[in-house]
């Protein structure tokens, strides 16, 4: 009968131990957030939106696949986890394709420059 109580009574503080482990892990949602929050392309947006940052690597990747790229290093600086652009990563995404949210961004052009007024007559 002893045994039993001990038994018991290591059940229960592995239990507590259990339960306390499973409800102070951070969620996979927060673990998986994207880390920017100012987006540039309609892609990586809808994708972070939807599944965080694993959603918008396989987005990516599979977009890189498509248009025959070899490595994330051509428009990326720095990668996990920030994913930093390159000076002209946007500009190269636009020429390929890649559709983005601000309007003023196109290939060839330069987003902090402001196009020129026409001239008046």
Known sequence: MAKLGLFAS???IL????????????????????KTTKFK??????ACEKGGQKEAKDVM?????EKKLKSCNQCH?????TYELKADGVEQF?????????AKVAPGKDAK??????PTK
């Open 41 to 46: 392309t309609e892609m990586v947006k809808a």
């Open 113 to 118: 420059a402001p196009a020129a007024p026409a």
């Open 15 to 34: 239990g507590a131990f259990t339960f306390a482990a499973v409800h102070t892990t951070p969620s996979a949602e927060a673990a998986d957030a994207c």
């Open 10 to 12: 290591i059940a229960t």
């Open 61 to 65: 990747k599979k977009w890189m696949k």
């Open 94 to 102: 636009a020429k390929l394709g890649g559709k983005l949210l601000d």
């Open 77 to 81: 600086a720095k990668l996990a986890p």
